[in-house]
């Protein structure tokens, strides 16, 4: 009853907020609704450790989070932007209002008068208010702190504290207490989906299914806010916020999975292709949310090097994305086995069709490294071609493979080819021209064209593509466009 209850509220306070909503005319305002309450999730969940990507949790209380509260104070200021555009309203109330948040002039009746009506919170207007002196007071306080250039862990915990508590005591637009599916923009538009989810006969099943495709759904959005190709540090940085975010909320499907699909297993409540199916998700959403945050960006928030860390962002949005679509396509093969991947997300690429384009790059890759060390000899000279003209070209395939192919990798790999990566990097043009230098490159790339071809050979081997020969003639071609012309 007081599950029941609760929702109850939760429910009216989505209605009554969907009704002043509707009064507002604002271009793009569901997209900016939506936008503000992932930010403030997002910040409340950045400040809880176990969802950041930190490899050493032992030595936590000596680390300094700096660069955690820099990403917090400029989420702060996007919401203080966000409500801005938000609050359209004229009244007299609304200009005092915004005087005492902005410049703090007004007499302390006044202002207590002020703070006294927006706390109550009798309208979403006035929670919306509310909101805004609340991350203009936080953004403050992180932006201060953060000038100290040592942030210590007790520090970090007390502003999440505080953070947690603010959000909390907003009564509309409190993203942890709201319904976890909104009507305004948590729908699926597939009609694909729509028509699978609709052909469940047990109502209850059909909610469950619904709620797991809603909650992978929400994680795309997420990552649609990922910004991989900034030339700016700061936001690439500011990226993490989202990638936080995503982490906690797939521990929350996960045990989704686990609580309503894989207990019931011994009651018989659902057929076993759909226990497994769902006991196979919440498995490899583990293992992917693993791989991403202990390995691909692990530590990335100290990383000072933007290449380096626009790799490993831009990785890790390829492998969740990927990892969601085919998630997505696995659950919808339960139910209807001959729906294509192609028809819900137009650039889906199969398993069948990873594994090719995986086999077909890493062949290219390893063809480009042997045209380098054939056009080079032992002791540093090049032939038929000047020395940075063929760096050049390892290079931009480096630059191509991490784009379209690096997210298909096997995990284990990863450090190998990201070691490669690095050193290529390392190297100015100038040093091309140093014979020893010239000589350590040469090495540095025969060892790796040796790692791939180990590495093409598993490959080659993975049971999807039994059968299924490389085409030769076609790869001669697309390498051509890589090789420097004669």
């Known amino acids: 009853m007081e599950a029941k209850n609760e929702y109850t509220v939760k429910r009216l306070l989505s209605i009554e907020r969907d009704k002043w909503l509707e009064t507002l005319s604002i271009d793009g305002k569901d997209r900016l609704l939506y936008e503000l309450e992932m930010l403030m999730k997002a910040s409340e969940r950045f400040f809880n450790i176990d969802n950041l990507p930190v490899s050493n949790r032992e030595q936590i209380i000596s680390k300094n989070f700096y660069n955690e509260l820099k990403i917090l104070a400029d989420a702060a200021k996007r919401i203080i932007s966000i409500v801005r555009l938000l609050l359209v309203d004229k009244s007299a109330n609304a200009f005092y209002f915004q005087a005492y948040v902005e410049n703090r002039l007004l007499a302390d009746y006044a202002r207590d ?37 040592k942030v210590s862990y007790g520090m970090y915990s007390n502003l999440g504290q505080l953070t947690s508590r603010e959000i909390s005591l907003n009564k509309y637009f409190n993203p942890l207490k709201l319904e976890p599916f909104l009507e305004r923009y948590d729908r699926i538009h597939d009609h694909h989906i729509r028509t699978v989810v609709g052909g469940i006969d047990d109502e209850n099943l059909r909610l469950k299914v619904s709620i797991v495709f809603l909650s992978l759904f929400k994680l795309l959005r997420y990552l649609r806010y990922v910004n991989n190709e900034s030339e700016d540090i700061e936001k690439l940085r500011s990226s993490l916020l989202i990638f936080t975010l995503i982490h906690a909320e797939a521990k929350m499907i996960t045990k989704f999975l686990d609580d309503e699909f894989l207990k019931q297993k011994s009651n018989r409540t659902y057929e076993n292709g759909i226990i497994t199916a769902m006991d196979s998700l919440s498995f490899q959403m583990s293992i992917e949310i693993r791989k991403v945050f202990g390995q691909i960006l692990k530590d990335a928030i100290e990383i000072g090097n933007l290449l380096k860390l626009r790799a490993a962002i831009d990785s890790a949005k390829g492998i969740l994305t990927n990892f969601i679509q085919q998630s997505i396509i696995l659950v919808v093969h339960k139910f209807d ?81 990201e070691k490669f990566f690095d050193s290529i990097s390392a190297y100015r043009g100038d040093d091309l021209l140093n014979k020893f230098k010239f000589i350590e490159l040469r090495k540095s790339i025969h060892n790796f064209k040796i790692f791939l071809e180990t590495t093409f050979g598993h490959i080659a081997n993975r049971s999807e593509l039994k059968d299924m020969p490389l085409d030769t003639k076609h790869l001669q071609t697309v390498l051509a466009q890589f090789l420097p012309a004669r």
């Open 113 to 149: 008068r002020v703070i006294e009506i927006y706390l109550n919170q009798s309208s979403p207007r006035d929670s919306l208010y509310l909101l805004y002196i609340t991350f203009l007071n936080l953004g403050s306080l992180y932006e201060a702190v953060a000038r100290s250039k």
């Open 337 to 417: 086995p001959y729906l294509k991947g192609k028809e819900i997300f137009p650039d889906f690429i199969s398993r069948i069709e990873q594994s090719l384009r995986l086999r077909e790059d890493i062949w290219l890759f390893k063809s480009v490294l042997e045209f380098f060390e054939d056009n080079t000899s032992e002791n540093g000279m090049a032939r038929n071609h000047m020395p940075g003209t063929l760096f050049n070209m390892v290079r931009d395939y480096i630059y191509y493979f991490q784009d379209i192919s690096f997210s298909l990798v096997r995990y284990s790999d990863h450090e190998e080819f």
